[in-house]
Each structure stands twice: as structure tokens, then as C-alpha cells.
């Protein structure tokens, strides 16, 4: 457990623009940032950051919180090791329990894998740097392929020794369990049951997580034996999803934010050498197809990707159909290809930095062009091959978004395949109706069999519906305790009092059903009661993550005004803290107004069920005297709020 005073200083450090910052390309917008949602798939920014409130608020999701809770959502982390990471970006100190073995396992299993994956990568590094096998074999290759040792030690390569149980037989030692070994894939189980190392005799490439944790590896042989596969890599886990990761992105996300550009490479080598050279922002899909996940991940810190081919031209004719998808998500693609014989890796060797940029300079294109001159080149003066060629481009052009940018390039590409450029044009919009018919006809298909609102879903639970006035006005409450609570009043002659423990008091009588206002409700009384007048950072940093969303949704807006709004439109906005009584009182005798309306309706229900005289009597009499409750709180609504 972390001490109080610790949670407050990695608080006070904690820039919730800087930390998000690392994940999301956040633009200034007012007072605000916004950015495209990490949580969801969306082209129009819906997510929102307020360094003022120290809140985020992503509109699309509904997710929100602190920075805290940011990293808890993104990399479901739990609350004390969303803390344990702020606090090593910042530098701040954690007192920590001793780690004895039993304790290795932690309570959630994701965790588990995350810790044996964490030793593992210790240990293959240590091999790599503090052994003789690993010194003359594995750092005598990073260092034959010019990986200096500050590269190898950020990147925490490493060497797996060339025996069957060398790991595995440290870990089981050290306290780690065969369950999790074996399901990091770091293991594997002989037909006896007992376990040996997956990786054995090859250099160890950690594949990090978007925060920076190892979660798989890659190993590559040293061998010359063409029946030892060269690479081995991790199998899926519940910590890694190939699909989902780019190896890199953690040690280059900042630089892709910085250049507004993000390069791609095919392997470890490539992205290894290259950021060595000074490039930092360049990532690799580690020799898998480039995926729609990837190419989101890239999106969240750049709309620019320059892919960074080897020389290989029949490799390149191969990769390029699969690249549409690209374009598919907005992004705009440059093509970078090197000499027959080169990759990144070897190039930037052989050349140097500078060679290398200036090589980029001269030869990048747009992808689209690109693909166009070397399908093209291919065809040759062949008639159908290029007709083949022609239609292939304009599928590309196709899959844009972007209206304007995909006519610049049917204008392009007109001139490039020598058409006539309403040719192009008449055959961009026949695919373009051809796939919405064919998207409208897949949305009928799943819509037909699903539930219709007035249908019955027979496989769920029935759903419970709330009474939204009433919890309207119950977190109408929670929202002006965390805006004006810490305000003293100013109305009626009342003095040296604030306006929370006023509404606490007031709302004495009252019961909250939502269970998130009860809650707060609860935990203010609480502050107020320990002399303590809580302010709204209590609520957004509060272990409850019930508590957290009720908060963020009540500070939060999607909309602001602009600063010059009147000057422009000359409309006034009504402003509630111009008239703080009528706001404070309002909120509190509508909750209470229609509490008394709740209490009405069911005694209206209990005197039609009444049996005898003598109930209905107490029924009504009890009746009468809320009906004249709620005509006075009726009357003084109206007053207060008419003046």
C-alpha cells in the first residue's frame, strides 16, 4: 500500500497534459486539448483534456477521470501501479514491501504474466552482458552489427544461453510459476510435464508495451543451420496480441508526436539502427502484415507514415496491396525505397545519418504515385496489364476519406497513366456507390436479426429503468457542491458560512437512490464533519471509480464558448453564479419538491389498496399534510427563483 504523503507528491508533479500527452497528439483548443480517442475509433476528435480541472473526458466512450485513471483505462493498469508509473516518470520515490516468492503471483493474472515477462527480460539481459557465453556470442553480434551499448541497454537486448532449462530452471527457483511461465510462452511442457526454454543459443529483442513494460520477445539464432528457424517470437498471451503492437513505439512515440511523422520499418535491426542514428521516431510491425490496429496506434500521435522499403522489388510489389488500409484510416503515406541490397538497417550503416535524411528528402513519394510509376513500370506497353494497373490505382484512390485529397490525386495520377482524368473520375464514383451499396447492404443484414427496440431479448435480464429526473436533480446537487461548494454565501444576510456545508445540512432529510450521489454525498458530509471543506481534486483522485466518472461527467463539457462570443453574436448567456441564491436553493428544494412527489405517489397507491376506514383516514391525513409540503416548497421556488 502507498502512504498518503507519497500519493500527494506524485499528484502535485503530475501533468495530466504531459502524461496523456505520450499516447493521445493533443492539440490546444481554449484552455482545453483535444485529440482523437485512444478508446475508440473516430475521425472527428471527441476527446477532451482540461489541465485547470486536472480532468480528462473522452465524449465518445464516456470514460474520464485523472490522469490516474487514464493509464488504469488505456493500459489496465491497477491503481497502485498506475501511481508506481507516475511516480518513476516523475522520479518520485516508492516505498515498496519486501517481494518474497509467495507473493509473486498477483491477484490478477494479466499481472502475473506481466512479471514474469519483466524477470525474464532482466535475466536474458544480465546473460547478455554479465556471462562469458553471452559476452563472446550474443554482445559480440549486437556489436559486430554497430549497436552501441546504450542502445543495447535501452532497448534491453539480451542473449538466452544455449541450454534447455537455463531460464526456466532460474525462475521456478526464484519463486515464478510453471502456470505463467508457460502461458508467456517463455516456457514450454514436455509430454512428462516437465518444462524447457523456449529460446535457447539466440539474441533476445524485448517487444515493450504502449507504457514501456516488456510483454513477449523475439529471439534471433545465431546458427548457420537452415533447419533452426531464424526467428522465434512469443505466442499470443493475454498481455500480447501481435496485431496490436509495433516494436518501438514506446521509445518513439514522443519523437513521432515532435516530427509529426512516423517512420516504418520491417525489422528489430532496422528500428535499432535507425533510432541510434539519431532518427527516434520509427517503429517496425516486427515482419507480421501491417494491421488496422497498428496503423490506429500510429494515428493516435501523427496522420503522416513514411514506409522505409528494402530494395527488394518483388517484397515491395507484394506489400503494396496491403497498404490501402492506410489511406482506409486518413492517413497520408510517403514511400521511401533503398538501393538493391539495402535495407534501413544496413543503409544507415553504411551511410550515416545525414546521408540517410537526405536520401529520405530525395526519394520519398506520395504513396499513391508511388504505387502508380512501379505497377505501371511493371506493365510495360501491355494493354490489359495496363488497364489492370489503372483500375488498381483508382481502388487506392477509393478507399480516402478525403474527398479533395483523393481528386488531387486522380488529377495526379491522370497525367502519370496518360487517361483522361473524367475517365478516372467516372470509375472512382462507380466504386465508391459499389462499396456503400455493399456496406448498407451488410448493415441491413446485421440490423435484421437483432432486437428491435420494442422487442423483447429473451437471453438478457430485464432492464431496470431510472427515473432520469430524479437522478438529474440528485447529481444536479453533486455538480454545484463541486463548483460553488468552497464559496461563501452571499445572500440573506448569512455570514461566514460556505455553500457546501449549507446544501449538506439542508439536504439532511433527503435520501439519495443513485448510489454514486449517495456515495459522494456521503463522503462530503464526512470531509465537511472532519473540518474539511473537500475540494473537486478529493473526488477526481478517489479510489472509487464510481465516484471518479460522476465527477469528471459533472465538470466536463464538450462545448465552450469562445472568449469574444458576445462581441460577435451580442446574445447573453445566462451565467448562474450572477444569481448563486436562485441556483443553490433551486437545485435544493427541486430534489426536495420531487422527493415529496415520490412520497405522494405511492400514498395515492397505498389508499386505493386501503381495506378499512381507519387506514385511509392515516393515509389521507398523511396525504394532506405533504400536499401542503410541497405547495410550500412550490411557493418558495417560485419566489426565489422570480426575484
Not at 160 to 183: H, M, N
Not at 335 to 360: C, E, Q
Amino acid at each position: 500500500m502507498i502512504i498518503k504523503s507519497t500519493i500527494d507528491r506524485i499528484m502535485e508533479a503530475t501533468d495530466i497534459v504531459e502524461v496523456i500527452g505520450e499516447f493521445v497528439q493533443l492539440k490546444k483548443r481554449g484552455a482545453n486539448y483535444v485529440g482523437l480517442s485512444p478508446f475508440a475509433n473516430e475521425r472527428t476528435p471527441s476527446f477532451t483534456v482540461s489541465p485547470a480541472k486536472g480532468i480528462f473526458k473522452d465524449f465518445s466512450t464516456g470514460k474520464g477521470g485523472s490522469a490516474v485513471t487514464f493509464l488504469m483505462e488505456l493500459e489496465k493498469f491497477s491503481y497502485p501501479e498506475a501511481l508506481k508509473w507516475l511516480a518513476k516518470k516523475y522520479g518520485i520515490e516508492v516505498e515498496e514491501t519486501i517481494d518474497h516468492p509467495e507473493n509473486k503471483e498477483e491477484d490478477q493474472r494479466r499481472e502475473s504474466l506481466m512479471i514474469v515477462t519483466a524477470f525474464a527480460a532482466k535475466f536474458f539481459h544480465e546473460s547478455l552482458l554479465d556471462t562469458d557465453e553471452g559476452k563472446s556470442i550474443g554482445l559480440s553480434y549486437f556489436k559486430e552489427r554497430g549497436f552501441n551499448t546504450e542502445t543495447i541497454k535501452k532497448f534491453e537486448l539480451g542473449y538466452s544461453p544455449d541450454q534447455w532449462e537455463a531460464f526456466t530452471g532460474t525462475a521456478i527457483k526464484d519463486g515464478y510459476q510453471e502456470q505463467f511461465l508457460v502461458e508467456s510462452g517463455l516456457s514450454v511442457k514436455r509430454d512428462n510435464g516437465n518444462l524447457y526454454d523456449r529460446y535457447r543459443g539466440r539474441v533476445m529483442f524485448p517487444i515493450h508495451s504502449f507504457t514501456g513494460r516488456v510483454i513477449a520477445f523475439g529471439g534471433r539464432t545465431l546458427k548457420k543451420d537452415k533447419n533452426v528457424p531464424k526467428y522465434v517470437n512469443s505466442p499470443e498471451s493475454e498481455i500480447y496480441h501481435k496485431s496490436n503492437v509495433l516494436y518501438g513505439l514506446y521509445f518513439a512515440k514522443k519523437a513521432i508526436r515532435e516530427e509529426d511523422n512516423c517512420y516504418l520499418v520491417e525489422g528489430y535491426a532496422d528500428v535499432l539502427s535507425v533510432h541510434q542514428a539519431g532518427i527516434e521516431n520509427v517503429v517496425a510491425s516486427s515482419g507480421t502484415s501491417l494491421t488496422v490496429e497498428q496503423i490506429k496506434l500510429i494515428s493516435r500521435f501523427t496522420k503522416n507514415i513514411t514506409i522505409l522499403y528494402d530494395g527488394d522489388a518483388a517484397g515491395i510489389k507484394a506489400s503494396l496491396r496491403g497498404l490501402d488500409m492506410i489511406l482506409e484510416e486518413g492517413l497520408n503515406v510517403k514511400v521511401v525505397s533503398f538501393p538493391d541490397g539495402h535495407d534501413p538497417d544496413s543503409y544507415v550503416r553504411s551511410v550515416g545519418t545525414n546521408a540517410f535524411k537526405k536520401h529520405i528528402e530525395e526519394t520519398k513519394k506520395d504513396f499513391i504515385l508511388y504505387k502508380a510509376n512501379l505497377l505501371l513500370k511493371d506493365a510495360g506497353n501491355d494493354p490489359i496489364k495496363k488497364a489492370g494497373v489503372i483500375r488498381e490505382i483508382v481502388e487506392s484512390i477509393a478507399r480516402i476519406p478525403d474527398s479533395i485529397k483523393a481528386s488531387v490525386f486522380i488529377k495526379e495520377c491522370s497525367y502519370i497513366l496518360q487517361i483522361d482524368e473524367r475517365a478516372l473520375l467516372s470509375e472512382l464514383n462507380k466504386m465508391r456507390q459499389a462499396k456503400a451499396k455493399k456496406d448498407g447492404q451488410q448493415q441491413q443484414t446485421n440490423t435484421r436479426y437483432a432486437p428491435q427496440p420494442d422487442e423483447p431479448n429473451f437471453f438478457d435480464e430485464p432492464e431496470v429503468k431510472e427515473t432520469k429526473e430524479e437522478h438529474f436533480q440528485e447529481k444536479e446537487i453533486i455538480r454545484l457542491l463541486l463548483l460553488y461548494g468552497n464559496r461563501m454565501i452571499d445572500w440573506d444576510g448569512i455570514a461566514n458560512t460556505y455553500i457546501g456545508p449549507f446544501m449538506i445540512a439542508e439536504l439532511g432529510d433527503v435520501t439519495f437512490e443513485d448510489p454514486s450521489c449517495k456515495l459522494f454525498v456521503e463522503l462530503y458530509r464526512q470531509e465537511v464533519e472532519n473540518g474539511v471543506l473537500p475540494e473537486d481534486y478529493y473526488f477526481i483522485h478517489h479510489q472509487d471509480k464510481g465516484i471518479v466518472d460522476l465527477t469528471v461527467n459533472m465538470l466536463a463539457t464538450k462545448y465552450t464558448l469562445s472568449e469574444n462570443w458576445y462581441e460577435m453574436h451580442k446574445i447573453m448567456i445566462h451565467d448562474e453564479q450572477a444569481n448563486m441564491k436562485a441556483a443553490i436553493l433551486g437545485a435544493i428544494f427541486h430534489l426536495k419538491k420531487h422527493k415529496v412527489g415520490k412520497i405522494l405517489e405511492g400514498l395515492r397507491t397505498e389508499l386505493q389498496k386501503a381495506e378499512t376506514e381507519a387506514d385511509q383516514e392515516i393515509l389521507l391525513n398523511q396525504y394532506i399534510r405533504m400536499k401542503k409540503v410541497e405547495k410550500t416548497i412550490s411557493d418558495f421556488l417560485g419566489s426565489v427563483i422570480i426575484k
